[in-house]
């Protein structure tokens, strides 16, 4: 599994004044250990990632917002105190990896990583996609975001970067999608999601 984390983490603000001065509480998350998470399906981490991106835009980013979006439990990772996580198996046949990464020095951000199983010689083991990234790219269009019309390639993987302002803030919310096309035959060339990062910030909303 750790192999697999590591080939799909690919590839993020100034923090607060108020954010560097008072450092929350610790929170019932914080009391978590990072371990894995029951089974759960594709629908609800779609429907959880939808419901986490519009609740950003009113609320902090922070572990609970996460447990509260998705319906998992957040845990402190081992080792990386400022990194928050959770982890398991998906339905369908896929796992995910959730991480929330606070910084001192910029805004916090969340990252998804989705990836199958694999076979002896590093072949994947092709089920059923958790998440269809062109499918989740037209859910964002509708519930209003700016979702870019071409996907671009960056260090072995597919990118849709997606964005809505925050009125009044002078930035907002932002992040992409991670996809990749699974399989060697023709036939098997299904899009599949296989990360997601967002963050929440000041940035240039200007043409």
């Known amino acids: 599994m750790a192999a697999a984390l590591a080939t799909m983490a690919l590839l993020a603000g100034c923090a607060t004044s108020s954010a560097q001065q008072a450092a929350p509480g610790p929170g019932p998350e914080e009391a978590h250990v990072h371990a894995e998470q029951p089974s759960i ?122 964005e809505r302002p925050i009125l009044g803030s002078g930035g907002g919310v932002s992040g992409h999608v991670r996809f990749l096309y699974m399989g060697e035959e023709p036939d098997e060339r299904q899009a599949c999601m296989v990360g997601f990062r967002v963050h929440v910030g000041k940035w240039d909303l200007t043409p």
């Open 41 to 162: 399906p594709a629908e609800q981490l779609r429907d959880g990632l939808l419901r986490l991106l519009e609740a950003l835009h009113t609320q902090d980013m922070d572990p609970a917002l996460v447990e509260r979006s998705l319906g998992v439990q957040m845990g402190r990772v081992e080792g990386r105190d400022r990194v928050f996580g959770t982890y398991g198996p998906v339905d369908e046949g896929w796992n995910y990896s959730i991480d929330l990464v606070r910084r001192d020095d910029a805004e916090p951000y969340i990252d998804l990583y989705l990836f199958p199983d694999r076979l002896p010689g590093k072949r994947w083991v092709l089920t059923q996609c958790t998440l269809d990234p062109h499918a989740f790219a037209n859910a964002l269009r509708q519930a209003g975001w700016t979702v870019r019309d071409k996907p671009y390639w960056y260090v072995k993987a597919w990118y849709l970067h997606f």
